[in-house]
């Protein structure tokens, strides 16, 4: 089992999944309950393993690169990589640092030190997720022909410079709570994020709440390319296919920015409300069901008394 954990190929992850419902199979005969659910649990977890690695690498660098670097649209944190291969010919050195960026411009290496020279705040990058060589081979490769393109589908959406106005928060607003709907279709945020003002059942708690984000993430441009490309576990799959449009980035921001001064939303607050509302339910369901099952020992007490009276007095 334990061997299987790396595959290398699509063959190989289907002999794993014709082994696994074997093993299932025999696992189920035997019926232990705690085997059972160890077993899910792990197969789980491989399963997860098995898809982090089998990515393909334009999905790769979307999750991985996209919210630190474009291909043609400019500096985020990171440098534009278009003409990577201009600037820095040598892939052994590129794969090296892809590798452990860290590593890198800690042994002197003069180009790195004018990258981080060049970078606000002279961040240096994180070493990213499972970067095999063969990742960054293929990465590099990704980058030389998008940069030939004449717009990479990494060029990003422009982040505006215009100043924040109160139409802008009202429309940020609306599109948070799902009054107004995401042009290609996304999930509203109320659904999974909560906010400070929101009614007492609040928005989803799936994600963190939302109303200090702009103060968390820093700056405009950070939030900004945040969302343009969000690259965390659960924003990543719902958003990749359903991008947020520029203007609706701005607006988004701009109404993050307007509440970052307020208190997050009580959760402890909205969870009471939440079981005040659910135990109002629950008295209104025992008073119902109190009254029909009333009704019904009534129902069947009656002729059984009057068959009782009738009785005696025959
Ligand atoms: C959190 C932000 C961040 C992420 C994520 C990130 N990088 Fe970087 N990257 C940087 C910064 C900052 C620099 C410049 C400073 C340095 O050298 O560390 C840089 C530099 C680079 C360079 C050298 C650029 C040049 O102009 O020579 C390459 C190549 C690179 N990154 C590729 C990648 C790839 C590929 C990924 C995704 C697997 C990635 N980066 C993810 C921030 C990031
Ligand atoms: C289906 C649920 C879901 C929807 C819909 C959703 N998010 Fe998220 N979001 C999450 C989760 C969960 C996280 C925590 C990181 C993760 O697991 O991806 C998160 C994280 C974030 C973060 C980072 C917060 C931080 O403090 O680092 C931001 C910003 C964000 N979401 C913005 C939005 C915006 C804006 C929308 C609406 C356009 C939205 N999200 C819609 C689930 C969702």
Known sequence: MLSKLSLSSLGDFNEFVIETITDLRCIASRFTPTGVMSFAVITLFTLSQASAQNVDTPDY????????????????????????????????????????????VESGD?????????????????????????????????????????????QGVRISNEPFTAKDVDEGRNIFVGRQKLANGGTACINCHDMHDLSALGGGHLGPDLTQVYSRLHTRKAISAWLMAPATENMQPIFKNHPLEADE???????????????????SVSRIAF????????????????????????????????????????
């Open 61 to 104: 660098f979307r999750q991985n690169c996209m919210n630190c670097h474009t291909i043609g649209g400019g500096r985020l944190a990171g440098p534009d990589l278009k003409d990577l291969s201009t600037r820095q010919s040598d892939p052994e050195w590129l794969i090296r640092f892809m590798q452990n960026p860290r590593a890198v």
């Open 110 to 154: 003069g180009y790195a030190a004018k990258r981080v020279d060049d970078t606000p705040g002279r961040a240096i990058m994180p070493t990213p997720p499972n970067m095999t060589r063969y990742r960054a081979e293929q990465l590099i490769k990704l980058i030389e022909e998008e940069s030939a393109k004449e717009k990479s589908q990494f």
């Open 249 to 267: 980035i701005h607006a988004l921001v701009a109404y993050f920015a307007s509440t970052a001064k307020e208190p997050a939303a009580n959760a």
């Open 275 to 314: 079981l005040l509302s659910g135990l109002g339910l629950a008295t209104a369901l025992i008073f119902l069901a109190d009254t029909l099952w009333k009704r019904r020992l009534h129902a069947v007490r009656k002729p059984l008394v009057e068959a009782g009276s009738r009785g005696k007095q025959q």
